[in-house]
């Protein structure tokens, strides 16, 4: 079957650096994407890596191994604003998307 | 102006009725979406549409139909609701399917079945 892993909660203090792991295990790859989420709001797209390497967007940047079936957010300089879910997921071989269960990041003071 | 906009934003209802949940977006993207977020927060693709045709139907209750008039609209229609339907549903497009084509979501329909 196709697996999306990340872990479920984590917590960070303002003006800190956090980093999001996700590992993956699906059929084919075309695509990692990051998507934020707020509670009660709908999904917002953070990032995506097709290549591996480093995308930087700001704070936020993103890292993709493919080899590993492994990518990291890296949230930098974190603000109370950014305490919300963040999930990952991967574009299969028929560019279906595969959902992880979020992580939840808290931010405190 | 609202990119995608879902209606009704909340949906409380009796097991056993039916109802509907219209998506409209103005971005004029090709591929429209609905998607099941569960109280665990996974986002399960129900149903998928390119251009007014069905290209994903994964496995879901045939009590559910989509229905999508022209390309920028997406309704979801819900027939003898059960307790496990509860959930928010989101609405979704992207300019088409493959590629890094990202997803935008309208705003979520939470529906709640008594």
């Known amino acids: 079957g196709q697996n999306i892993d990340q872990p479920t909660e984590m917590t960070a203090t303002e003006g800190a650096i956090v980093q999001i792991n996700c590992t993956y295990q699906?059929?084919?790859?075309?695509?990692l994407f990051w998507y934020q989420q707020h509670a009660g709001e709908a999904p917002t797209f953070l990032s995506y890596?097709?290549l591996d390497g480093l995308e930087e967007k700001g704070r936020f940047s993103s890292f993709l191994s493919r080899s590993k079936g492994y990518s990291y957010l890296l949230l930098k300089e974190l603000q109370m604003k950014d305490s919300a879910s963040y999930l990952c997921?991967?574009?299969?071989?028929?560019?279906?998307?595969?959902w992880g269960a979020g992580t939840k990041l808290i931010i405190k003071p | 102006d609202t990119a995608v906009s879902q209606t009704p934003k909340y949906l409380v209802t009796q097991m056993g009725n039916d109802k509907s949940i219209k998506c409209e977006q103005n971005?004029?993207?090709?591929?429209m979406y609905w998607y099941k977020q569960d109280s665990k927060k996974f986002l399960k693709i129900m149903f998928s549409?390119?251009?007014?045709?069905?290209?994903i139907n994964e496995t879901v209750p045939n009590r559910f139909s989509p229905k999508s008039p022209d390309k920028a609209h997406l309704n979801l229609h819900i027939n003898s609701l059960e307790l496990g339907d509860s959930a928010v549903y989101f609405c979704?497009?992207?300019?088409?399917?493959?590629?890094?084509?990202?997803?935008?979501f309208g705003a979520g329909s939470r529906l709640t079945v008594l």
């Open positions: 979704a497009s992207s300019q088409a399917v493959t590629g890094a084509n990202v997803l935008t």
């Open positions: 971005l004029g993207h090709d591929t």
């Open positions: 549409y390119n251009n007014k045709e069905l290209i």
């Open positions: 699906t059929s084919g790859f075309n695509g």
């Open positions: 890596n097709v």
């Open positions: 997921a991967v574009k299969d071989s028929n560019y279906q998307l595969i």
